[in-house]
């Protein structure tokens, strides 16, 4: 040991043995300085690696502290406001006027006296059924006019039942009845030729004039509809029309005629519809054979 108090023991002293220190460093048990840098390095870079995948994907199996899955985005598409649409038109075969449907009723009344029977003051017996009336004037025939131009009122189509004497005709409960032999058929007079199916007709008073502002029933095949008289003019003043279809076709359709407050004015008839191009029109005539 060195007597000098400054000077460190692990120095040599001066003509001393100066391999003492290099012997000590190399004893068994203690690390170079170099080798623990290099320890450390590798260690600050592997964290370095670890963090970094950390921040890349957060989500790697490696990660104790994943954070939460997010929610699926779903994108749905919406139509562009600026962008033109195309705008799909059906296209329909013309129709005659569509008017509110009466919801026709039957008004309860006593049945006629016998002291009546001479009177017109008949009225429908609740719970009997109506007899089909059946009258002695000849049958009108129909007058067809060749190509009629739309917009054009055209008389005289049909020619209505001639005037007869109300005590040839069979007793009615009702005071409307069918006229002739019930339903004649002709072609179709409009423009839409065989491209149309329809029950038409006229309704005429005691005296045989046009009797418009009386509503016609007509029900089957998917038809339910109401027209008044007077809004078919082809077919006279007191004339009406209900579209059926857009071709000719065989079906039974029940037609009745009301009054303006939906009361029944006559039985119900039954039309069967013809499936030839010549006959797709059934006309069907009312007359009034007593007043009420």
């Not at 790697?60 to 779903?74: A, G, W």
Request: proline share 14%; net charge negative; aromatic share 8%.
């Amino acid at each position: 040991m060195s007597n000098d108090p400054y000077r460190p023991d692990d120095l040599p002293l001066e003509g001393g043995n100066a391999g003492s220190h290099a012997d000590r460093a190399g004893r068994p048990g203690c690390l170079s300085p170099g080798v623990v840098s290099v320890f450390f390095l590798l260690l600050t870079a592997l964290f370095l690696a670890y963090f970094g995948l950390l921040l890349v994907n957060p989500y790697v199996p490696i990660n104790p502290f994943p954070p939460r899955t997010p929610l699926p985005i779903y994108v749905i598409a919406t139509a562009d406001p600026d962008r033109p649409t195309a705008t799909l038109t059906a296209t329909k075969l013309p129709e005659t006027p569509r008017l509110n449907t009466l919801e026709p009723t039957l008004t309860p009344s006593q049945p006629p006296s016998p002291t009546d029977a001479g009177t017109s003051t008949a009225r429908p017996v609740v719970g009997e059924q109506p007899r089909i009336p059946t009258i002695t004037p000849v049958t009108p025939t129909p007058t067809l006019v060749s190509g009629p131009q739309q917009g054009d009122v055209i008389e005289g189509v049909f020619t209505p039942p001639p005037v007869g004497d109300p005590a040839s005709y069979t007793r009615s409960p009702f005071p409307f009845t069918v006229f002739g032999d019930g339903v004649e058929y002709i072609a179709n007079p409009n423009d839409q030729a065989c491209r149309w199916a329809s029950v038409a007709g006229s309704v005429t008073d005691i005296n045989g004039q046009p009797l418009p502002g009386l509503a016609v029933h007509v029900v089957g095949e998917g038809i339910d509809e109401i027209r008044f008289t007077g809004t078919a003019l082809t077919y006279g003043s007191g004339g009406y029309e209900v579209f059926l279809n857009g071709a000719p076709l065989r079906s039974q359709y029940a037609v009745q005629l009301l009054s303006q407050t939906g009361t029944p004015i006559s039985a119900e008839f039954t039309v069967t519809t013809s499936p030839l191009c010549e006959e797709n029109v059934a006309i069907v005539n009312f007359v009034q054979n007593f007043e009420y």
